[in-house]
Nanobody, 122 residues
Framework: QVQLVQSGGGLVEAGGALRLSCTFS??????LGWFRHIPGNDHKFVGA????????NYGEAVKGRFTISRDNAEDTIYLDMTSLHSEDTAVYYC?????????????????WGQGRQVTVFG
């Protein structure tokens, strides 16, 4: 059974930073992505990591500000978010796909975490 368990996020002032974590199982999952969702909109691609290869892709809106990293021992990926502004406010989800390449389309992802709220004020 695939599980994606998220933690982190919360409330931060504009210009600040937050971290999200996503612990997943089984460890054979390879492509893990981050998306964000605002009510009334589609899930927007934030970034993704190829677990085996270690490379990452990012959406244009977050390039240079957000970083995806991994902890091999804990089967966990992180989303470090810096220089946050109000437009980053959303519910953030980690997701996994059975595909073997990074895709930005949320419909390509088969498994989803429970979501964590990120709110940027000021």
């Amino acid at each position: 059974q695939v599980q994606l368990v998220q933690s982190g996020g919360g409330l931060v002032e504009a210009g600040g930073a937050l971290r999200l974590s996503c612990t997943f199982s089984p460890s054979t999952l390879n492509i893990l992505g981050w998306f964000r969702h605002i009510p009334g909109n589609d899930h927007k691609f934030v970034g993704a990591i190829n677990w085996r290869g270690g490379w990452t892709n990012y959406g244009e809106a977050v390039k240079g500000r957000f970083t995806i990293s991994r902890d091999n021992a804990e089967d966990t990926i992180y989303l470090d978010m810096t220089s946050l502004h109000s437009e980053d406010t959303a519910v953030y989800y980690c997701a996994a796909t059975r595909r073997d390449h990074i895709t930005e389309n949320p419909r390509d992802y088969d498994y989803w975490g429970q979501g964590r709220q990120v709110t940027v004020f000021g």
